[in-house]
């Protein structure tokens, strides 16, 4: 690459990079700010006497301990699921051609294009018929039921995306669709994979919806919903609420630069693309 | 070669079963109820005639469909590019890259109550980050929230914030699976970065393309949490998205049936779009591996 | 290695934490007492208040066991229509007065009346008039009232002396707080320093916020039977006129654009006057630190001086198996020493119950606001707010073109209220569940 090339790069990167973290330094800047700061000032960009204060005061305000537990215990379960069942039912939709293939994978983006507002209290009535309000089932058990059509419509495409020759290699050497699946399809798909493992720990650790409907304890609350108690009509806590939104966030930026590593794991490293 | 069928059935069983139980009752729940009027206590059969008063009464339903559309004709097409080129900027072999895509990606992971505040100061016509700039700049200073020739830009703007985030991620991981064989032999061939772009990276980064395309018309049409929490729909209706006239009617007015019948004119048109996006993608997307 | 084992580690404990909390079919309710759940919104700080509260109350009733979960106060509505719709409702909610005719018309609350006619020690005449008025339908006592109370005037005294502006609270004893004098207090606060607003004299509330002003002018928003609107009538038009005039053109109150994002909050110290209720009181007093401040009355109109009145009910739920328990727990929230806490100490809004709002200790507090009795006196003479089943969106209806007014868009009130008012009247004859 040209010298003049590879500094038009980096600049591109550089101003972009400040672009588009403003919202998060912004909310660092506010969350160091004090309460008498904020109304006084809100819009200003440094604060005049930084302060550590609101980070604990956040943090003691809500139990947000048992808060943490119960979002990981959903976050973790939910998003195993997801990777599982999606990429095993991607790989149905991709690969095989059976009868109705194509009017079933409609209807899957079908489910996507109903606005979910007029189906929530129909889904709430079978989750009560099963009994299980007020537990963590709403929240994990779809993940292991298809995992969203978003993810599976994402890694159909990708896999699609892998040449056929090479699972019609594994079949003649009498390997199993299961064994294809998880040693030719996963193994090229980690990039893929990748995105769908963070989109799915982001989504349901950030999921509101789903705790606010299906949760009536505040034992079992998580921490999504914890932010929004710091909203209030008399007066949002903004420098609270500004850092606990920082500590909540911090796991997905931590899981966000691990998953890295898998994005250059392509079939570029395989050897195996190229035909 | 041939590939066992019961083989597909079994491995598509799990979305069935989850959608025979989850999804498909309640599916058909709100098109019985698109033909009642129901306001959670009574419920009373009135054929189309929810359908009729959307078309023909509500000036409201119009509006916030043509908002939507407004906001779905900029949003999506400008969306998708700026993402595209952030990933190919983000692919670049550059020192410290996974630290530049990490802060392209952070607007994406401030939680919505936060960003939405983060947001309403940012368009803040005297003390917004955005017009002191345009300031700095000698443009003028729109009144973005406030004045309604000014809210959709700032939506759609808004939106383009976060062209770093979940889509940008899904081109890079599409790009990050071409090989570099294929870019190896068209150097040698001599084709330029251009041609490269073109004649490589578009035609094997198609089907990504596509889905971000669906998923981007899809998405935008359901435009609600933004609008609900910085504006309310407001000033003088300008952000009454319609998702938001459609939640203010189930929840807020409780006329489900009204409601029901707003989902499923929805549905249609996106259905109707989904399948031309589909049809012309015979022509334009490419797949290695197509099921045969 | 190391990392995967203590991450392992770590997950089996959450695992094994959430797992047993989220087995108890009720987290925390002791098997041999009448267990009543009980839901309410509020910030971190009113819910401690409420939690403690609640411990108080299960302390003194052994045989029961209240439960509290808390939800989002932005979210407290939709939660609260699911679980109505599903029938999975609490035994005790909230119910914010603006959804409270709505929800009762399709009777999911259940009727206290019989449940007060056999508590001895329940008087309907121990509670203000309004706080009772607004929790009956049709005769039927549904809910306890936890009054927000009237709205009144927070008034910044530093700005008025610095303005050479006589105390608006004496002005108000002597009957000459007018609108024409709020008006000219208003510009006489607001400064403008090399273009740019320094300070205002008065910022323009929310709707209904500044419902008293359209009052005041003789105007009304709807008919006795709140069938038809009146906001077309010369006294609503003049109101709002009155009110539009105050940023267009005496230019003492921020545009839309320039009062956006707290830019001009009353406890930034930049804003001279503004309209609320008591529930900003702990705010204020925990924020403020630079500035004196106190409440008066609001101004005298034209034609009526009246403030508005606003509560939230304590309601039970229609299908609650725990009427009797539930009863004594909202009887618990409203009585008088929980009141003198809530109310007399915290501030968090106004007393419905007139002795603690004539008690020595709500009168004569440590902080400002001290001119407290501004407070009850509003209470005496304020109306209610035209609340119907309908109100979301005639009132959606009507923000429509008060948006244009206030952002100057629209300069004539006639024309914008006309127009508004051909809207409402179109919403109030449509059938309501169309």
Redesign the interface.
Known sequence: MRASWKALVLGLLVLGSMMFSVPFFWTLSTALKTNQEIAKDPTRVIPAQPTLENFPAAWSALPFPSFVLNTIFVTVLATFGTVLSSSLVAYGFARFKFKGNKVLFGLLLATMMLPSQVTMIPVFMIWRSLGAIDTFFPLILPAYLGGGAFNIFLLRQFFMGIPNELDEAMLMDCASYLTIWRHLILPLSGPALATVTVFSFIANWDNFDGPLIYLNSSERYTVSIGLRMFQDSFGTNMGQLMSASLIHILPTIVLFLAAQKYFVKGISTSGMGGR | ?K??????????L??????L???L???L??LY?SFH?????SIEF?GG??YR?LFYEDPLFWKSLRITVTYALFSVPLGISASLG?AL??N???KGI?L????????????????A??????F??????LNLVLKTFGFGAP?W????KWTMPAFILMSL?GA?G?RM??F???L???????YEAAILDGAGGWKQFKNITLP?LS??V??NL??GV?GSF?VFTQAY?MTN?????ASLFY?LY???N???????????A???V??AI??AL?GIQFLISKRWVH?????? | MVAKGLLFLGLSFVFVNVLMTSCQRLPGCPPDKECVRYMAWGNPEQLEVERQMIADFNRKNPDLYVKLFTVPANSYHQKMVMMLASGTAPDVMRVDMYNFPKLAKRNYFYDLTDLAVRDQDFKESDFFPAAILESKTTGRLLGLNVLGGGHVMYYNKTLMKAADLEDPFVLSQRGEWTFEKFREYAKRITTIEGGKPVRYGYVLPLWPGYVPFVWGFGGDYLSADKKTCLLDQPGAIQGYQFLADLIWKDRCSPTPAQGANGAFTFESGKVGMICEFMGMTPRYRKVIKDFEWDVCPLPVGPKSGTTFVKGNQLVLSRNTQHPEAAWRFIRYLTSEPTEMMLYARIRRAFPSRKSVAYSDEFLHPKEAPYQIGVFTQAIAGARPLPINDRWMEWVNALNSEVDNLIAGRERDAGVAMREATRKINKILAEDPDL
């Open positions: 070669m590939k066992s069928a019961h083989v597909g059935y079994a491995f598509i799990p979305w069935v079963f989850g959608f139980i989850l999804t009752g309640p599916m729940t709100s109820l009027k129901y306001d959670l206590a009135i005639e929810n008063r952030i900027l983000l670049t072999p550059v996974p530049f895509r990490t802060f392209f990606y952070l607007p994406s992971l401030v939680p919505a109550v936060a960003s505040v983060l947001w309403q100061w940012m803040n016509a005297d003390n917004g980050i009144q929230l406030q004045d309604e914030w770093g979940g991620i899904i890079l991981a599409g990050q699976g071409i090989s570099p064989t294929y094997l089907p990504v596509f889905f669906v998923l899809i359901q929490v729909g407001g000033p003088n209706n998702a459609l939640f203010r189930a929840f807020e007015y409780f006329k489900l049936g009204k409601a029901s707003m989902a499923w929805l549905f996106l259905l989904t797949y290695e591996g197509e099921a045969k």
